[in-house]
């Protein structure tokens, strides 16, 4: 080579110019092409405002592994990226910061255009910020296809996905308990919510002729209803009677009914009803017909209306006030100081969940409006069904259980939100002069203002306002996973059926996280077979992907959580880019993962593999300075292999080939890149490059299985090997080469058995100085007696001199057994090393008695075997020959190694 390469590999100093470099040539855009593959990628949507994160850092190497592999297979690969806008998480964070600045309700005090524009504001200045954290990571994804979930094209699609559902009537407006976040002041959905264990308190009431116990005394004001079982015997006189009692603001007059849903033996077996605030209570109001009235505010607090002396007072602070003002009626019968209950709460504000009766637009999961397979079914059906026939592969397939148990049970999907930012609901409605006044002096226009105006006349869909006066738009916005669920074929261009919906839907592959398959993956499948169904694709084309790979979560060394409140468990992506390279934590992130399952991660893993990157760089090095520029230009032909190394390393080269592809087609990251490790730390680097110096040198060789080593973990490592390759071919890039096809020419059993055999030959002599200590730098004589395999040894008598670090080397047939020497048997070969050049006497026997003793439990474990009827009698031959032949060598063995003893002892 007539330049020189680096000693020591930098990432710093090479990485952005690389990226600069893909991203200019065009290396990351895919075209149409009806002779090529499509294959596509869309990229899950990291929040525009957000930064990354570790999910995020997983999610791009594995993708940028699969998009950059297909690429180099001939596939046009496509990888669109966006973001998110992330309707709750944003607003929140904008709203924080305004706050911060003295702007204590910012709703309130600034209306609706001017904290949209404060957060469009917010948002444009934060884009660039994840965009180019996916950059460094190295993500060869089209930028050209970028989009943005508020995209005028997207909200085309967003307000069409609306129409079409609503004009098949699966969209309705309707009362029913919803999960109202008081904190951020908004509904969520049931997916949305996480559940954390208290330890509060339990109380029981007497409650006329009952006993009632609740955790929840504050929503107790207006219970007029006991409900038992009506199989209670307890209660079996009082079922259909009336009573009068005492209550927390006085006289009240109660009913008993019976139904099946009581749980005999919980509690006291007798409960009374709040259909404003529970879903099972709001169940039976509606069975029985009973009034259903809101107790708690929107705020959180009793409604001045139930109750004048508790009235607009906070439920934290008035639940103690109404069992005081209970106790002193007599009406506690105990308190429970020890319950322990799970209570709900947002799992983006983590607000605590109260159940609340609005007003809100729903989408109906179980009405058959889908023409699917030849008949008509619901949206559920669907969802089920493109799991169940395999249309949708779930990787690991063990959560398709878990994805059947949340569609079995899914509810309708309320899906209007109560903030603004986002993409508002374009229904509209016609008031009166009086309503239209009221609805715009408000400046924090939510739906909890049309709740509260009673605001409820005919909708209307439409894209822009009405003809006429008096018009109210939905002032609520759409959940963030309405608009996207349109994901994958929004980003595409529908809903005009373009060249590329055409050409690269569905997608291949959604790579995810778990934690996200009800929230995201389920509803794209929902999404997408109705959009394009009621288009009229055939179902095939109708799947969002057609295979779902999830991952795990990061966890730190001990498999707990990452805490921002444990600073010293988390990692900073961007922090171990800088450190060690992207590459370095590229590997750390897939090697050792496996779908599904969470994986721990530390600095050192991260250092660790920085280590292998430079031995990749080392390695290459030394290649490509045994190589001239004559070597370089010639193209690889079988007539250039010389020697059994050469034979033996391109054979195993093709079998990694095989493997990497099989394990990559399956989704086994981890398994193809440890073998690739596995290949260039072992194979490649401690043994080729070791056999290959002097005379058994071969440029050619060395040089095809560099580059194709090199191609095999550019999806993994994409930055080095980039660098690399520049060295090797300046005229091409690595990112547009082919990937490497397994040729069953360069694949050579016999030689590649008989090198092997030369390995454990020369590992067996290195292991046995080394358990005698033996120093690294002196070199020992040896006497090999090979049996059959003397001319393979013969061949490669200074590759075992020169790698053994033997002196003297006698090889022959066969022989004499050698006195005073350490015995190695390998197969039918021999090798002898003088004890006077190596060992201590005494430690010898030691260890050879230990050996035989190793060997006599061995011959005795296959003797029972074979003495085992029910092993003989139902074993294949050719097992019961196997073990018979590893019973005679062992006893050889053991014969071999007592006369070994013996002369050690005489």
Same mark, same amino acid.
């Given at each position: 080579?007539?330049?020189?390469?680096?000693?020591?590999?930098?990432?710093?100093?090479?990485?952005?110019?690389?990226?600069?470099?893909?991203?200019?040539?065009?290396?990351?855009?895919?075209?149409?092409?009806?002779?090529?593959?499509?294959?596509?990628?869309?990229?899950?949507?990291?929040?525009?405002?957000?930064?990354?994160?570790?999910?995020?850092?997983?999610?791009?190497?594995?993708?940028?592994?699969?998009?950059?592999?297909?690429?180099?297979?001939?596939?046009?690969?496509?990888?669109?990226?966006?973001?998110?806008?992330?309707?709750?998480?944003?607003?929140?964070?904008?709203?924080?910061?305004?706050?911060?600045?003295?702007?204590?309700?910012?709703?309130?005090?600034?209306?609706?255009?001017?904290?949209?524009?404060?957060?469009?504001?917010?948002?444009?200045?934060?884009?660039?910020?994840?965009? #180019?954290?996916?950059?460094?990571?190295?993500?060869?994804?089209?930028?050209?296809?970028?989009?943005?979930?508020?995209?005028?094209?997207?909200?085309?699609?967003?307000?069409?996905?609306?129409?079409?559902?609503?004009?098949?009537?699966?969209?309705?407006?309707?009362?029913?308990?919803?999960?109202?976040?008081?904190?951020?002041?908004?509904?969520?959905?049931?997916?949305?919510?996480?559940?954390?264990?208290?330890?509060?308190?339990?109380?029981?009431?007497?409650?006329?002729?009952?006993?009632?116990?609740?955790?929840?005394?504050?929503?107790?004001?207006?219970?007029?209803?006991?409900?038992?079982?009506?199989?209670?015997?307890?209660?079996?006189?009082?079922?259909?009677?009336?009573?009068?009692?005492?209550?927390?603001?006085?006289?009240?007059?109660?009913?008993?009914?019976?139904?099946?849903?009581?749980?005999?033996?919980?509690?006291?077996?007798?409960?009374?009803?709040?259909?404003?605030?529970?879903?099972?209570?709001?169940?039976?109001?509606?069975?029985?017909?009973?009034?259903?009235?809101?107790?708690?505010?929107?705020?959180?607090?009793?409604?001045?209306?139930?109750?004048?002396?508790?009235?607009?007072?906070?439920?934290?602070?008035?639940?103690?006030?109404?069992?005081?003002?209970?106790?002193?009626?007599?009406?506690?019968?105990?308190?429970?100081?020890?319950?322990?209950?799970?209570?709900?709460?947002?799992?983006?504000?983590?607000?605590?969940?109260?159940?609340?009766?609005?007003?809100?637009?729903?989408?109906?999961?179980?009405?058959?409006?889908?023409?699917?397979?030849?008949?008509?079914?619901?949206?559920?059906?669907?969802?089920?069904?493109?799991?169940?026939?395999?249309?949708? #592969?779930?990787?690991?397939?063990?959560?398709?259980?878990?994805?059947?148990?949340?569609?079995?049970?899914?509810?309708?999907?309320?899906?209007?939100?109560?903030?603004?930012?986002?993409?508002?609901?374009?229904?509209?409605?016609?008031?009166?002069?009086?309503?239209?006044?009221?609805?715009?002096?408000?400046?924090?226009?939510?739906?909890?203002?049309?709740?509260?105006?009673?605001?409820?006349?005919?909708?209307?869909?439409?894209?822009?306002?009405?003809?006429?006066?008096?018009?109210?738009?939905?002032?609520?916005?759409?959940?963030?996973?309405?608009?996207?669920?349109?994901?994958?074929?929004?980003?595409?261009?529908?809903?005009?059926?373009?060249?590329?919906?055409?050409?690269?839907?569905?997608?291949?592959?959604?790579?995810?996280?778990?934690?996200?398959?009800?929230?995201?993956?389920?509803?794209?499948?929902?999404?997408?077979?109705?959009?394009?169904?009621?288009?009229?694709?055939?179902?095939?084309?109708?799947?969002?992907?057609? #295979?779902?790979?999830?991952?795990?979560?990061?966890?730190?060394?001990?498999?707990?959580?990452?805490?921002?409140?444990?600073?010293?468990?988390?990692?900073?992506?961007?922090?171990?880019?800088?450190?060690?390279?992207?590459?370095?934590?590229?590997?750390?992130?897939?090697?050792?993962?496996?779908?599904?399952?969470?994986?721990?991660?530390?600095?050192?893993?991260?250092?660790?593999?920085?280590?292998?990157?430079?031995?990749?760089?080392?390695?290459?090095?030394?290649?490509?300075?045994?190589?001239?520029?004559?070597?370089?230009?010639?193209?690889?032909?079988?007539?250039?292999?010389?020697?059994?190394?050469?034979?033996?390393?391109?054979?195993?080269?093709?079998?990694?080939?095989?493997?990497?592809?099989?394990?990559?087609?399956?989704?086994?990251?981890?398994?193809?890149?440890?073998?690739?490790?596995?290949?260039?730390?072992?194979?490649?680097?401690?043994?080729?490059?070791?056999?290959?110096?002097?005379?058994?040198?071969?440029?050619?060789?060395?040089?095809?299985?560099?580059?194709?080593?090199?191609?095999?973990?550019?999806?993994?490592?994409?930055?080095?090997?980039?660098?690399?390759?520049?060295?090797?071919?300046?005229?091409?890039?690595?990112?547009?080469?082919?990937?490497?096809?397994?040729?069953?020419?360069?694949?050579?059993?016999?030689?590649?058995?008989?090198?092997?055999?030369?390995?454990?030959?020369?590992?067996?002599?290195?292991?046995?100085?080394?358990?005698?200590?033996?120093?690294?730098?002196?070199?020992?004589?040896?006497?090999?007696?090979?049996?059959?395999?003397?001319?393979?040894?013969?061949?490669?008598?200074?590759?075992?001199?020169?790698?053994?670090?033997?002196?003297?080397?006698?090889?022959?047939?066969?022989?004499?057994?050698?006195?005073?020497?350490?015995?190695?048997?390998?197969?039918?070969?021999?090798?002898?090393?003088?004890?006077?050049?190596?060992?201590?006497?005494?430690?010898?026997?030691?260890?050879?008695?230990?050996?035989?003793?190793?060997?006599?439990?061995?011959?005795?474990?296959?003797?029972?075997?074979?003495? #085992?009827?029910?092993?003989?009698?139902?074993?294949?031959?050719?097992?019961?020959?196997?073990?018979?032949?590893?019973?005679?060598?062992?006893?050889?063995?053991?014969?071999?190694?007592?006369?070994?003893?013996?002369?050690?002892?005489?």
């Amino acid at each position: 080579m007539n330049f020189e390469i680096e000693k020591a590999y930098e990432a710093k100093k090479y990485e952005n110019d690389i990226y600069k470099k893909w991203e200019e040539s065009g290396s990351f855009k895919a075209s149409i092409d009806p002779k090529k593959e499509p294959y596509v990628i869309s990229m899950p949507p990291p929040n525009a405002t957000g930064t990354l994160h570790l999910g995020h850092a997983v999610m791009v190497a594995l993708e940028d592994i699969m998009i950059r592999r297909a690429r180099m297979q001939g596939k046009s690969a496509l990888w669109i990226p966006g973001t998110d806008h992330a309707a709750i998480a944003t607003q929140s964070v904008v709203e924080k910061k305004l706050q911060e600045q003295g702007i204590e309700k910012p709703r309130e005090e600034l209306g609706r255009e001017k904290l949209l524009e404060e957060i469009r504001t917010f948002v444009e200045d934060s884009k660039d910020t994840i965009r #180019n954290q996916i950059r460094k990571m190295g993500a060869s994804c089209d930028w050209e296809s970028e989009k943005y979930t508020l995209d005028e094209d997207l909200n085309l699609a967003v307000k069409t996905f609306f129409k079409y559902m609503f004009e098949d009537d699966l969209i309705y407006h309707g009362g029913r308990i919803v999960n109202w976040d008081p904190k951020m002041q908004t509904t969520v959905a049931d997916d949305e919510i996480e559940y954390e264990e208290e330890k509060s308190k339990f109380y029981y009431f007497q409650y006329g002729p009952v006993v009632i116990g609740t955790a929840r005394p504050e929503t107790k004001f207006l219970d007029k209803v006991i409900v038992v079982h009506p199989e209670d015997d307890r209660y079996k006189d009082i079922i259909g009677k009336e009573f009068e009692m005492e209550w927390i603001d006085g006289p009240i007059k109660a009913k008993v009914i019976a139904d099946e849903c009581v749980d005999m033996k919980l509690g006291t077996g007798a409960m009374t009803i709040t259909p404003a605030h529970s879903l099972v209570d709001f169940e039976l109001a509606q069975k029985y017909d009973l009034e259903i009235e809101q107790i708690i505010d929107f705020d959180g607090k009793i409604r001045e209306k139930v109750s004048e002396e508790f009235g607009g007072m906070h439920i934290s602070e008035a639940r103690d006030k109404i069992v005081e003002k209970l106790e002193k009626k007599g009406l506690v019968v105990k308190i429970d100081h020890e319950y322990i209950h799970n209570i709900s709460v947002s799992y983006r504000g983590k607000g605590i969940i109260e159940p609340q009766v609005m007003k809100q637009w729903f989408i109906d999961v179980n009405k058959k409006a889908i023409d699917w397979k030849g008949k008509k079914m619901s949206i559920k059906e669907v969802m089920q069904d493109v799991v169940k026939s395999k249309m949708i #592969n779930i990787v690991p397939s063990r959560f398709e259980k878990t994805y059947f148990h949340w569609i079995d049970n899914l509810r309708d999907w309320c899906i209007s939100r109560q903030i603004w930012w986002g993409h508002q609901i374009p229904m509209w409605y016609k008031v009166t002069k009086e309503q239209y006044e009221k609805f715009h002096e408000k400046k924090d226009r939510t739906s909890l203002i049309l709740n509260i105006l009673k605001i409820d006349g005919e909708a209307k869909f439409s894209e822009e306002k009405p003809e006429g006066d008096y018009w109210i738009q939905d002032p609520d916005t759409l959940d963030t996973w309405f608009s996207a669920s349109l994901w994958t074929f929004s980003t595409l261009g529908w809903p005009e059926h373009t060249e590329k919906l055409e050409y690269f839907h569905p997608t291949e592959v959604l790579e995810t996280g778990y934690d996200i398959l009800f929230f995201w993956v389920a509803r794209m499948i929902l999404a997408s077979t109705y959009c394009l169904r009621h288009d009229g694709l055939p179902e095939e084309k109708c799947i969002p992907f057609k #295979n779902v790979y999830l991952h795990g979560l990061i966890r730190d060394r001990h498999g707990k959580k990452m805490s921002k409140s444990r600073p010293e468990t988390c990692i900073d992506p961007l922090d171990m880019i800088d450190k060690y390279g992207t590459d370095a934590l590229r590997l750390s992130l897939v090697i050792g993962s496996t779908p599904g399952n969470d994986m721990s991660l530390f600095e050192e893993k991260i250092a660790g593999y920085r280590n292998f990157i430079n031995k990749i760089w080392n390695a290459s090095r030394f290649a490509l300075m045994n190589i001239d520029e004559e070597d370089l230009k010639k193209e690889f032909t079988p007539d250039m292999i010389k020697s059994h190394a050469d034979k033996w390393v391109l054979t195993e080269l093709q079998n990694l080939i095989t493997e990497v592809d099989q394990d990559l087609e399956k989704f086994r990251f981890s398994d193809a890149g440890n073998k690739i490790y596995e290949f260039i730390w072992n194979q490649y680097c401690d043994w080729y490059l070791e056999i290959s110096k002097g005379e058994l040198k071969n440029p050619a060789v060395l040089l095809h299985v560099l580059k194709t080593i090199l191609k095999l973990i550019h999806p993994f490592v994409p930055f080095v090997t980039e660098q690399l390759w520049s060295y090797i071919n300046s005229e091409t890039m690595l990112i547009n080469e082919e990937w490497p096809q397994y040729d069953k020419s360069l694949t050579f059993e016999q030689e590649s058995q008989e090198m092997k055999l030369i390995q454990e030959l020369i590992g067996e002599i290195r292991s046995a100085r080394s358990e005698s200590g033996v120093e690294p730098a002196k070199k020992i004589n040896a006497t090999i007696y090979a049996g059959k395999f003397t001319e393979t040894i013969q061949k490669n008598k200074d590759s075992i001199s020169r790698l053994a670090r033997i002196g003297e080397l006698t090889i022959s047939e066969k022989g004499e057994k050698l006195e005073k020497a350490k015995a190695i048997f390998i197969d039918q070969v021999e090798i002898y090393l003088p004890l006077s050049d190596m060992i201590d006497p005494a430690k010898e026997k030691v260890r050879i008695q230990k050996e035989i003793e190793n060997k006599e439990k061995f011959i005795k474990g296959i003797e029972g075997k074979l003495s #085992n009827k029910g092993f003989t009698d139902n074993a294949p031959k050719e097992v019961i020959e196997g073990e018979q032949k590893k019973l005679e060598e062992a006893k050889s063995t053991i014969a071999k190694l007592t006369e070994q003893l013996k002369s050690l002892s005489d």
